[in-house]
């Protein structure tokens, strides 16, 4: 734990201008990203006496080592640096709305010279009007299933549309009405696209001309005594209110708005949003946060709007948005929005009539969000907890292991030999964090000398990390004329980073500048994104018995690494061994801990399987050709199609090579050489007959 007052800056150091400042911990990482409109009150209010602090304001500033700031001209410009450095470097102390979710829009590809409706997720495509977001994609079927009756807009991916074009017949949608087969020129490409234009206009809210026409169509029809088509238009109508009735009128005048709504106790925060397009909740969405640092509400909207805005622009950012609390500074954050839309965007709490009215009903949503979020919390939590507790008992541990790594080896008869390193931390998985190893010490297969290597590997990273802190041993970190670190170590793991920051007055303040280099003239290594390395785990757990955990320790040990514990578990008995120890741990099979560990292996099995087979497959369809300087997949592809087949290929001359159209005498020479060279692979047998393949695809007996 650290001392504020061992890195606090002197006043006159901290402009007196807008701003973004950085918190490091002792690893020169970012551990917390804000911004103020004048640094030097900002930053005096984190160097008080840690009593008057708020207490999760003082566990930052005592985890952290040094800070950095970053001048801007405008509270907007700060603004846009926050969010970009909380997106780049992810701070632990920083609120994270945990949104794993993609929520599912109604788009219609008006890009395409047939626009498609389909469901999409992700990243907004330019020339593609969205609708939505849904909570669910069966909403969005359920809704254009009602439509298409009335707006029959192709449905189909472009493969089925090219098929069905070829062959002269539509698909099913086709034959029964919804769709208008513009595949087999039912329609033009004009006349379908006004479908789609009308499609988009009943959506987006002007939903009475259609109703108003279809109803007149269907008098007429009815005093022509054309009943069947007055029949199926009445159907019509009703298939529209039906998907009108889905997005009930909640506010007059089609307004278009988001709605935001917050609930919070002590530690966790949920927030709900509305979605209002033309007067109708188009789409609702919530995410969950824990408050690792000291918000207001007003706090807590700002970084919503950061999260739900931040990548958004046009009309995805609505001309309103209503939320409970104004932030700090509404003024930036409106101009900041306004920005993202091209157009004056208001930022307010309302008042009263239909808006508050249905703010209440948003503000009750997040309420009931934040209580089943507990209910399931406290449930996975407490099983969370009594698994760690568990392990940390069995092994006879100091404490629980928040931070486990499993290590697995995969291979197929001694080929393609790969290891895997999940981690678990708090007991979920952190998928960010895994990692893959190829084996390159030695040939062949040998699963304990494999998994010495990988242990080895995977912990020199981690001492080279505590060497550029200072953490370990005396000497430091060699750079060479480009910035990058040197392999000390001699084992090729050479710890290359991006030189970005800039450390200021002693490495521990500072203004982060243009050209990489510090006040001193040294070069920093460090530019506070998570190392792959950085982290020690309390616990590892490797895939297989006493030679592999033996392994494992021995590679420790030989680093001189004491603190870590190390563990296997066995696939037979599901045993767990310890180092040293002639007979295993014997954990209950109803016991929670033993399913964590069973979810830690099969996950590093699962993963280095993976890795694996990957491989194998590359090495498959590999070429004696695409060792060949110069020659790219184009000019591959005309020479397999020329001579049908690779063998083929070996048995012409020179002068047939240059016959294929883009191949000159110096390339055919090469290829001559490299086909020469390149051993015949072995033929494959086909299974099935047992009949032996050849190149060119044909048999022999």
Not at 12 to 20: A, C, E, K, N, T
Not at 396 to 406: G, H, N, Q, V, Y
Not at 634 to 653: C, D, E, N, P, Y
Request: aromatic letters at 6%; hydrophobic letters at 40%; charged letters at 30%.
């Amino acid at each position: 734990m650290a001392d504020p007052s061992s890195y606090r800056p002197t006043q006159g150091q901290i402009p007196d201008s807008p701003g973004v400042y950085k918190f490091r911990d002792e690893h020169r990482r970012v551990i917390y990203v804000g911004k103020a409109k004048s640094l030097r009150q900002r930053l005096a209010n984190y160097f008080q006496p840690l009593a008057s602090l708020h207490p999760r304001t003082a566990t930052m500033v005592t985890t952290a080592a040094s800070v950095e700031w970053t001048v801007v001209s405008t509270e907007v410009e700060a603004l846009q640096l926050e969010y970009s450095w909380i997106k780049e470097y992810d701070p632990r102390f920083n609120v994270k709305y945990r949104d794993d979710k993609s929520y599912p829009y109604l788009a219609v590809t008006l890009n395409e010279e047939f626009p498609r409706v389909q469901v999409m997720r992700g990243h907004k495509k330019k020339g593609v009007r969205y609708f939505g977001p849904y909570a669910h994609a069966w909403a969005i079927r359920e809704t254009v299933d009602l439509m298409l009756r009335v707006f029959p807009v192709r449905t189909c991916s472009a493969g089925v549309f090219r098929n069905a074009a070829s062959a002269g017949r539509p698909c099913l949608l086709g034959y029964i009405g919804k769709c208008s087969a513009p595949c087999v020129g039912r329609v033009t490409p004009e006349e379908h696209r006004e479908l789609a234009e009308e499609f988009c206009d009943f959506m987006a809210g002007r939903t009475g001309t259609y109703i108003r026409r279809l109803e007149q169509q269907m008098t007429d029809a009815a005093e022509e005594m054309e009943y069947e088509k007055a029949a199926r238009l009445r159907d019509d109508i009703g298939a529209l209110r039906r998907a009108m009735e889905k997005n009930a009128v909640v506010l007059a005048d089609a307004t278009d708005a988001d709605l935001i709504a917050l609930a919070e106790d002590e530690l966790e925060a949920a927030v709900q949003i509305f979605h209002v397009r033309g007067g109708r909740v188009r789409g609702q969405r919530g995410w969950v946060t824990d408050k690792v640092e000291a918000v207001s509400t007003a706090g807590l909207v700002e970084h919503a709007l950061q999260q739900l805005y931040g990548e958004e622009s046009g009309d995805a950012v609505p001309k309103e948005v209503l939320v409970p609390a104004v932030p700090e500074d509404a003024e930036a954050v409106t101009q900041w929005l306004s920005g993202r839309r091209g157009s004056q965007v208001s930022l307010r709490v309302p008042q009263r009539g239909d808006k508050k009215d249905l703010m209440v009903t948003v503000a009750r949503n997040a309420q009931q969000a934040l209580v089943l979020h507990k209910t399931k919390r406290a449930s996975d939590l407490t099983t969370r907890s009594r698994a760690l507790e568990e392990i940390a008992e069995a092994l006879d541990l100091d404490s629980a292991p928040l931070r486990i790594e499993c290590f697995d080896i995969s291979h197929l008869q001694g080929q393609d030999v790969v290891a895997s390193m999940v981690v678990f931390e708090d007991g979920l998985p952190r998928k960010s964090e895994y990692r893959r190893f190829q084996i390159k010490g030695f040939e062949g297969q040998d699963d304990v000398r494999s998994m010495h290597e990988v242990i080895s590997r995977r912990f020199r990273r981690y001492l080279a990390e505590k060497e550029k802190t200072g953490e370990w041993g005396p000497e430091a970190v060699a750079v060479d004329a480009d910035g990058d670190a040197v392999d000390t170590h001699g084992d090729g793991l050479v710890v290359t980073e991006a030189v970005t920051g800039v450390t200021g007055v002693d490495g521990v303040t500072g203004v982060t500048g243009v050209d990489g280099v510090n006040g001193s003239g040294e070069v920093p290594l460090d530019d506070g994104r998570p190392k792959r390395f950085a982290y020690p785990p309390q616990l590892v757990v490797v895939d297989g018995g006493q030679p592999q955990v033996a392994a494992a320790r021995r590679a420790l040990d030989e680093l001189g690494i004491d603190d870590i514990a190390v563990c296997g578990l066995a696939k037979r008995l599901e045993e767990v061994w310890l180092p040293g120890d002639d007979d295993p741990v014997v954990l209950p099979r109803s016991s929670e801990g033993l399913y964590l560990l069973q979810r830690v292996r099969d996950t590093a099995h699962d993963f280095a399987i993976r890795y694996q087979r990957s491989k194998r497959n590359k090495r498959i369809r590999t070429s004696p050709l695409d060792a060949i300087p110069g020659l790219g997949d184009t000019r591959k592809q005309a020479l397999i199609k020329h001579f049908g087949s690779v063998k083929r290929l070996r048995q012409a001359t020179i002068e047939q090579i240059c016959e294929v159209p883009g191949m000159g005498r110096k390339t055919a020479e090469a290829v001559a050489v490299a086909l020469a060279q390149a051993a015949p692979a072995a033929p494959a047998v086909n299974t099935a007959t047992g009949e032996i393949m050849e190149d060119d695809g044909g048999t022999t007996a």
